[in-house]
């Protein structure tokens, strides 16, 4: 039970990955839209996110003809995704940023490590040197930014990853989910999987603004408008230093999960239990009474309010719901909240049911509050951490002709204020990995008090 990486496994440091071209790919179909609204969701997620998606070698698609057929496939995808060759622009009259439609084409480059796919080591652990496996900046005007970069790196093997960056105010998890599906049919040459919802008036503000509950999971920074992107040092959840941290994944496999899962309806049988709810409220306990540790057990900081952040997909919660293939972000963040006592005091279910209770709190009312609170106050997510999940979002179930991805994940950083959890290298076997940064002493007591409560 409860497994853990005492450390990185044996990492290369260096993937001599030779980048051998790189060019922009143009839609062959010219948009009549001039621009793209973006919500408020949309404007505070104006910064890149990387995934790598792992395949073995399929003897009947060596990795030019894959290549190719990539590319051919990201072409012909430009049409209903046409705003992903625009750009982002700062509305000079709204302050808003927004998507300038013009077919500015997306970045795309080959590339080929001098080393086989098996040789990468364990593809579930992070590793610095994925970052050569993705493309940031591609050779042209700094101004002329695409929001979509793809690098394709061939292995000895014959195996490949494919790296993609992309704009987070362009996608969230599930459209992106939507997005290679959409592709893997294009490379089949069959029609869409899924017929994108472009419509980002969708979750406009309601006018005029109506903020109907207060938003403690929200912090209003004063940054003006579309600048957010520039801004993520500011807030604490987004925090990049990796300055004297730890770096450890706990791995939790099925039968733990079931486990913490019984025990929390054998506590409380009325409370909605899921394996997300488990996992989030164990986490949770973990998180805030290692950093009462660092702080020497101090009175004040146990009565302390712990606020724990938690992404909740809202395309259902609305009424109207939304299409399931809304193109933009339609995630909000729900929070739970308790005292650092509390949370070494209460049950199991007691800290599954604040969970539960904090999605709950999603309703369409809700929701359109705080998407009106952006409307009046430019902010972001605030809390002492954010747990963010990639971990049933069914990238490595996207099949290809030459066959699904052996593994698929974001390419991560060190940040002391988000805890990942993303799959196991097999989803089918229904475990998970907890992915955990913080200072040395900080780790040390979360360590112990991980196995502590999973054990007891």
């Known amino acids: 039970m409860g497994t853990l990486y005492q450390g990185p496994p044996p990492l290369l440091q260096d993937l001599k990955v030779t980048k051998n071209d790189s060019t922009l790919i143009f839609s062959p179909k010219e948009s009549d839209k001039k621009s793209m609204f973006l919500s408020n969701i949309d404007q505070v997620l104006n910064f890149e996110v990387q995934t790598l998606h792992f395949f073995t070698k399929n003897p009947n698609f060596p990795t030019k003809k894959v290549f190719e057929m990539i590319k051919n496939a990201l072409e012909k995808i430009l049409v209903p995704y046409y705003f992903l060759g625009g750009r982002i622009r700062v509305n000079n009259e709204t302050g808003r940023i927004e998507i300038d439609c013009k077919n500015g084409g997306i970045g795309y480059v080959v590339a080929s490590s001098e080393y086989k796919l098996d040789e990468l080591g364990d593809l579930v652990y992070p590793n610095p040197s994925f970052e050569q496996l993705v493309t940031k900046k591609m050779d042209n005007n700094v101004d002329d930014h695409p929001l979509c970069i793809v690098q394709m790196t061939s292995f000895k093997c014959g195996g490949f990853a494919m790296g993609i960056q992309t704009n987070h105010a362009i996608f969230d998890g599930t459209s992106f989910k939507y997005f290679l599906q959409n592709l893997a049919a294009l490379t089949w040459d069959k029609p869409l999987s899924v017929t994108p919802c472009n419509d980002r008036e969708m979750l406009a503000a309601r006018c005029p603004p109506r903020v109907t509950f207060p938003h403690p999971e929200l912090l209003d920074l004063k940054i003006p408008i579309g600048q ?229």
Not at 321 to 342: D, F, I, Q
């Open 228 to 456: 957010e992107g520039e801004s993520e040092q500011n807030p604490n959840v987004f925090n990049n230093s990796s300055h004297d941290l730890d770096f450890k994944i706990f791995s939790l496999s099925a039968n733990d999960i079931n486990t913490l899962k019984e025990r929390a309806k054998n506590e409380n049988n009325n409370v909605k239990i899921t394996g997300f709810n488990v996992i989030s409220a164990l986490v949770w306990r973990c998180k805030a009474l290692s950093s009462v540790a660092a702080d020497n057990d101090n009175e004040d900081d146990n009565n302390k309010a712990s606020t724990m952040l938690f992404s909740v997909d809202i395309r259902s919660r609305l009424n109207p719901a939304l299409p399931s293939s809304y193109t933009g972000n339609a995630v909000l963040t729900a929070y739970a909240m308790a005292t650092r006592k509390e949370l070494e005091e209460s049950s199991l279910s007691g800290l599954v049911e604040l969970v539960s209770d904090g999605a709950k709190r999603m309703t369409d009312e809700y929701a359109r509050s705080a998407i009106d609170w952006g409307e009046l106050y430019k902010g972001f997510p605030h809390g002492e951490f954010l747990i963010t999940s990639w971990w049933r979002l069914g990238f490595n179930q996207v099949d290809f002709p030459w066959g699904r991805p052996k593994y698929s994940c974001p390419l991560v950083y060190h940040r002391k204020d988000i805890i990942l959890l993303f799959p196991d290298i097999d989803e089918s076997k229904g475990g998970v990995n907890v992915l955990v940064t913080l200072p040395h002493k900080e780790m040390a007591k979360f360590q112990a008090l991980f196995h502590k409560f999973l054990h007891g």
